[in-house]
Structures are given as C-alpha cells and as structure tokens.
C-alpha cells in the first residue's frame, strides 16, 4: 500500500499522487514576527513526517515552505500587518524583525529534527512573481481593481470556492467573520484583496501597474507554490486554520490561473493545546522549544509527544507527556545500544501501518510491543528503519561524562568475573557501579554501561 492521506477537500483517504516520478509538496510557513509555539512546530512536523515516509518508500519529493514576512495582517486590528506591528514594538526595522525569528524558525526545526525543505522563498522576494500573476488574474477577469486603488479578486468568478472548506458563497453573508475583513471598496463581501494600495503606510511597500502598495496573503502561497512548484502541487499542507480563508483562496486563484485542479490533497493537521488551553500570548501560556531546553528536556521529546497523537485528532501536550517522552528516548536509545546496534532493516509493518494515513500512535505502540518481545526478532534494526521516518536520533550517542579510574577499574573486573561465571561477585560489582551513578545492562556483547 502506498501512503494514503485524509484529503480535506474530499473528506476521504486518498493515496498522494506524484509528477514526473517526483511528490511536488508545498507546506505553508510562518509569519516570522515572533517565535513559533509548540502548536505551530506540530503541524510544520507533519510535513516532515510526509515527507519522510514518502523518502523512506524510495518515492522523491520536493517540498517548499514559504517565509511570510509581509501581508499577514493581525486579526486584532484589521490594518495593521504583524510585521509592523512587532517592528514598531521592538524599535527594529521589519526586515530585520523578520530575519530575526527566521533565523529562529530554523533553529526550531533543526532541534526537531525536522528536515530541511528544497527552498524556502520569502514573500518579500517574490513580489514580481505575485504581481505578475495578480496582473494575469485581471486579464482573465477574475480580479478587478476597486477605488480604492486596491486589487480583489472576485469569489464570484470562481464557481467552485467554498469546494476545502464547505463554506459556499451563498451560505457566507456579510458579516461572516472572515479571518480579517478588507471593507474597502470590493464589490461582494467574500472578495478578498491580492494588492492593497499602501495608503499612509510607508514600510515594506513596492510600486506596482496600480500604484505603490503590498501583497495581501493568499496570494503569495498560490505565486510561490506555483512558481517553485512547476505549476501543480502533488500535496498542500497546513495548520486546520488555514482551510479557509487562506486555503479556499489560494485554491482559487492558483486555479484560476491554471485552469485545472492545482493541488491533489489538501493535508490540514490539528491544532495543539497545551495543558487543556489554547496557547495565546494574553493567557500567558505560549510555550516555545527553548522552554522545553530550559527545563532540561530534550525537544524531540516533543516529537515524541506529536508522534504519540494522530495528526488529525486536537491534542494536549503537557509537561507530565514531555518528561514522559524523554524517559522513553533515553530508554530506547539506551537499549538499542544493548541489543547491539544494527543497520536499519525495512520493516513492512511499521511501513504499513504509517501509509494507513500517518497512523504514529499505531507506530510508536508498535515499537513499544516490539521492545517487551525478546523473541528472535532483529528489534535494534526495526527500530532504526522505524526511526528514519520518526525521527527520533535513536542511534544517537548521549553525550558521555569520562569514567573515573575507580568506575574503569571496576567494569574491568566485573566483566572478568562475568566471563569466568562468578556471579555473585558481578552482582556486587554491578550495585557498586550503580552506586557511583552508572546503569548496567547486559547484552550479547557483554556489559554495556550509561550515566544515569
Ligand atoms: P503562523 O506563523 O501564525 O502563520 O502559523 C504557522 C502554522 O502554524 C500554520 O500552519 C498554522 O495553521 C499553524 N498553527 C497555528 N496555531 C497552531 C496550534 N495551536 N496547533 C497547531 N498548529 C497551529
Ligand atoms: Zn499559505
């Protein structure tokens, strides 16, 4: 079975698709005026994770994830874009705002063991690519330019909007609360702006056929997708937030553009909570990777945690689940050790149950049912093939204080004793190494020994 996926805009598992021999995936990024939060890093995970199985079945991929750092405007106060905004509350430049928690963004994935996409196009570069397509729109009718000097694109020039979501133009009267509204002067309440004239705005602003303004925000994920992607994208994923608008409008414009169906499966993962509550920054509870570090965690604990949920089910992170995670990281790692490490062996079970729509919580239990069975199975090797699409650093050698003389001298004894079968004499040795902080284990290579 190749992998299947719950498609949002079918509602339906559906195998994801290739061109060319290549899985062309488009994954949208963040808004890099702050810190992603934990939420935020679980649903950039689920590409990895895609990506991962798909490599992992020896099937290519290319992914791209944008960097939106212009046009995502606050939800809060509808004219002001989250860049500025930050700016102005750092006394810092925008671009260097953005630069900043970009920079931040990548040190996140990498700490997740999240790996890196083919390219990640920043929206501020690619405004000639949005303004170009924004131009073709016009000429095909489905955009116009309001008096305002603004330019919408028309809902109802695209029969089919409402096709991710279920939200059809004629159930969304005004009013509806849409992400942001862009009153302005559109014609019908569900059109939406692709080039906002700048106003009095004077920061990240760049001329255009219709006057000086800025990208709105839909329309750079339908440019850069597009773009970078050849023009059809096998797999689009995103947080379930972004099914509508932003999902329902990329979807038109990108098809308005082609003339087909520019995206195979819409991929949408759960949002995170975090001890039973939503993450805002005015209830005070945003958590970051850097907490996790702080608190002396491993952040692929996290990992571990997403790994535990279904991607499609909402879940909880707690501290009692990243304390949890990171006993069973050292544990596994440290008894991959013991059982010797192996190269990684294709394990057409855990294949199985990750292609049956990224079932991890099967996975991981699988793993877990596989570490209690001691029968002939290769299990270091399972767990290393298991670990190429978790992600785990399961092999991962744990940063080793030197022993002490004593300590060496010690193991040295204990293991003659072993080979000479006296084993009430290893038995003291091994509670006098325990005693000065090592764990013993014993395994078919002799006595491999940890910190505690
Ligand atoms: P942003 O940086 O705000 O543009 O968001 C980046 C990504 O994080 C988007 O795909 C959002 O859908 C996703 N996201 C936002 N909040 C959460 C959350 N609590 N849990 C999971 N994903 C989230
Ligand atoms: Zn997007």
């Not at 571990?304 to 006993?327: G, H, K, P, V």
């Not at 010797?340 to 394990?347: E, T």
Request: net charge negative; charged share 25%.
């Amino acid at each position: 079975m190749s992998l299947q996926l719950y498609d949002t805009a079918s509602r339906k598992l559906a195998p994801v698709t290739s061109t060319n021999g290549t899985t062309t995936m488009y994954c949208c990024g963040p808004t890099v005026y702050r810190d992603a939060h934990v939420g935020n890093l679980r649903t950039f995970l689920l590409s990895d994770l895609v990506r991962r199985a798909l490599t992992t079945a020896d099937i290519d991929v290319k992914l791209i994830q944008n960097i939106t750092d212009v046009g995502h405007m606050s939800e809060d106060i509808e004219t002001e874009d989250k860049m500025l905004a930050q700016a102005k509350a750092e006394s810092i430049d925008p671009f260097t705002v953005a630069r900043k928690y970009e920079a931040a963004f990548h040190t996140d994935l990498a700490r997740l063991n999240i790996q890196k996409a083919d390219a990640y196009p920043r929206a501020s570069e690619s405004i000639e690519l949005m303004l170009a397509m924004i131009e073709e729109l016009i000429a095909k009718k489905f955009a116009y330019l309001g008096e305002d000097g603004t330019v919408y694109f028309s809902a109802q020039s695209f029969p089919s909007y409402g096709a991710i979501s279920g939200n059809r133009l004629d159930a969304l009267k005004p009013g509806h609360r849409y992400e942001y509204s862009e009153d302005g002067a559109k014609r019908f309440h569900a059109d939406w702006a692709l080039w906002k004239s700048a106003g009095t705005r004077s920061e990240m602003i760049w001329d255009s056929p219709w006057g000086p303004g800025f990208p709105g925000w839909h329309i750079e994920c339908s440019a850069m997708s597009l773009h970078f992607l050849n023009s059809h994208i096998n797999l689009h994923v995103g947080g379930i937030d972004l099914r509508f608008p932003h999902h329902e409008n990329e979807r038109a414009q990108s098809n308005a553009i082609t003339g087909n169906e520019s995206v195979d499966l819409w991929l949408h993962g759960e949002h995170l909570l975090f001890e039973g509550r939503k993450m805002s920054k005015s209830a005070r509870n945003v958590v970051l990777l850097s907490d996790v570090i702080d608190r002396g965690f491993d952040p692929l604990a996290v990992r571990l945690c997403f790994l535990e949920n279904r991607y499609r089910s909402q879940m909880d992170l707690t501290w009692a689940s990243i304390e949890a995670a990171d006993a069973t990281l050292k544990r596994w790692r440290k008894k991959i050790k013991v059982w010797g490490k192996q190269v990684a062996q294709r394990d057409s079970e855990f294949l199985e149950i990750i292609n049956n729509d990224l079932d991890t919580p099967k996975a991981i239990q699988y793993l877990r049912n596989l570490e209690k069975n001691d029968d002939n199975v290769d299990r270091a090797a399972i767990f290393l093939f298991a670990d190429q699409v978790l992600g785990l650093d399961l092999d991962r050698e744990e940063v080793i204080k030197a022993l002490s003389l004593e300590q060496e001298e010690t193991l040295k004894l204990r293991q003659i004793a072993r080979n000479e079968k006296r084993w009430t004499e290893s038995d003291e040795l091994r509670i006098k190494l325990e005693e000065s902080g090592l764990e013993i284990m014993d395994g078919p290579g002799g006595q491999v020994w940890t910190w505690r």
